[in-house]
């Protein structure tokens, strides 16, 4: 198997080429990183090994602004993408996600007096985060999701939380809320200005707060995180884009914060009268796009030694699995040389199992099904569930080096 092609000047993406971006509107997008057919979903269900083989692929080639530091797919593609029941996105199910979800869901409850108000939650996924803050502050509630599930509502005990299974948009502009969230979805939208101006008019003269939560691309940059770039995400934000993007459209930013780890940014803000003259902090603007500028020749030896590091796994006669079938796993296997090299893919999503991986055809197995296979190495990755999966592979009786990425 073949490792993705990454950003070569004289063969692919012409660096001249630009594009407006989307999210300041003032700059354009500048490419400095490329990937070569990769799988346009990562965390759809796929019955077969075959059809996981087949999956249609798309190119990544990501370009910087240099006037906010926002950084887009600029080969992205929405027509090669289906959002449908068949997304199977929730963490739900590790205690150290339901544990920060509790968290987060406590903290807004608290600091925009929660109680009895209506909370508008796009993106809602499978619906646990919306039915957790209703639960917990007594609220009425409506999710938007083309993914959501009907027969899995974890809010049917619920009288007034309810789920329409589509996109936000205009259409929906005129749904009334005491709070707006939107989390781990404004990545997935190419056009992020107009999104989120969507969202301030349906605002109008109201005070409602907002909160969104995104992926940190300032961690991606840093730690070379190559298995976090994958086809869905085709924005991607630092503090600095994402400040400016709510504050450009008319919000007060009221707080911005790395969390979990580092692997998110969330932002708070509420409506202002006006949109603001936003300030450039050029110090951080440089840092991203220097970074960026470095990211093709760095990344690429990270990809490297992964590749040296299974193949030694390998030659060894150790058996290597992966902890993990969402699009961190898709986007890792695809890059390996020898993706064979790993014997199976593990999740505790039960929803997950007995699925296959887009791209590589990977059989996603639950972690019981580890006493047959006796690993020797466990490739986490994520690691902020190391101690989790090594509690679960303990109470297994299963001794294997863990590895994170």
């Known amino acids: 198997m073949?490792?993705?092609?990454?950003?070569?000047?004289?063969?692919?993406?012409?660096?001249?080429?630009?594009?407006?971006?989307?999210?300041?509107?003032?700059?354009?997008?500048?490419?400095?990183?490329?990937?070569?057919?990769?799988?346009?979903?990562?965390?759809?269900?796929?019955r077969t090994r075959d059809a996981a083989l087949a999956f249609p692929k798309g190119d990544i080639v990501l370009g910087i602004c240099?006037?906010?530091?926002?950084?887009?797919?600029?080969?992205?593609?929405?027509?090669?993408?289906?959002?449908?029941p068949d997304c199977e996105e929730t963490q739900g199910y590790s205690a150290t996600f339901q544990t920060f979800h509790k968290q987060l869901a406590a903290r807004l409850i608290k600091r925009h007096v929660l109680f009895g108000k209506k909370i508008v939650e796009v993106g809602c996924g499978k619906g646990e985060f919306l039915s957790l803050i209703c639960e917990m502050g007594s609220n009425r509630g409506v999710g938007f999701d083309p993914a959501f599930v009907p027969e899995r509502n974890p809010a049917k005990d619920?009288?007034?939380?309810?789920?329409?299974?589509?996109?936000?948009?205009?259409?929906?502009?005129?749904v009334r809320a005491d709070f707006i969230c939107c989390k781990m979805t404004?990545?997935?939208?190419?056009?992020?200005?107009?999104?989120?101006?969507?969202?301030?008019?349906?605002?109008?003269?109201?005070?409602?707060?907002?909160?969104?939560?995104?992926?940190d691309l300032t961690r991606v940059l840093a730690d070379n995180a190559f298995w976090d770039i994958y086809y869905e995400h085709c924005s991607y934000f630092t503090e600095h884009s994402l400040a400016q993007l709510f504050q450009r459209v008319g919000f007060t930013v009221i707080?911005?914060?790395?969390?979990?780890?580092?692997?998110?940014?969330?932002?708070?803000?509420?409506?202002?009268?006006?949109?603001?003259?936003?300030?450039?902090?050029?110090?951080?603007?440089?840092?991203?796009?220097?970074?960026?500028?470095e990211f093709g020749a760095s990344v690429r030896e990270t990809i490297e030694s992964w590749n040296q590091r299974i193949a030694t796994l390998k030659a060894e006669g150790k058996r290597v699995v992966i902890w993990g079938?969402?699009?961190?796993?898709?986007?890792?296997l695809t890059a390996l040389r020898d993706a064979d090299a790993v014997s199976w893919v593990v999740d505790i999503n039960p929803y997950r199992q007995g699925m296959f991986m887009p791209g590589t055809g990977h059989e996603v197995v639950a972690p019981e099904f580890l006493r047959v296979v006796q690993p020797d190495v466990v490739v986490v990755m994520n690691p902020i569930y190391m101690g989790e999966i090594g509690e679960q592979l303990q109470g297994l009786g299963i001794q294997s080096e863990l590895l994170g990425v």
């Open 255 to 293: 707080d911005i914060r790395s969390e979990y780890d580092g692997l998110y940014l969330a932002i708070e803000a509420v409506p202002a009268e006006t949109p603001a003259d936003v300030p450039l902090d050029e110090s951080l603007i440089q840092w991203a796009v220097n970074r960026a500028r």
């Open 325 to 332: 079938s969402g699009s961190k796993g898709v986007a890792f």
């Open 158 to 174: 619920l009288a007034d939380v309810e789920f329409v299974q589509d996109f936000y948009g205009e259409k929906y502009a005129d």
């Open 66 to 84: 240099e006037v906010c530091g926002f950084v887009s797919n600029m080969a992205y593609d929405s027509t090669l993408q289906s959002y449908c």
């Open 2 to 46: 073949s490792v993705p092609a990454l950003f070569d000047r004289t063969q692919f993406h012409d660096p001249a080429d630009t594009k407006p971006c989307p999210n300041c509107q003032a700059g354009s997008l500048s490419p400095f990183y490329e990937v070569r057919s990769v799988p346009v979903h990562s965390v759809v269900s796929i």
């Open 186 to 215: 404004l990545e997935h939208i190419e056009k992020t200005r107009e999104f989120v101006n969507i969202v301030r008019r349906s605002i109008g003269s109201r005070r409602t707060p907002v909160f969104f939560q995104v992926p």
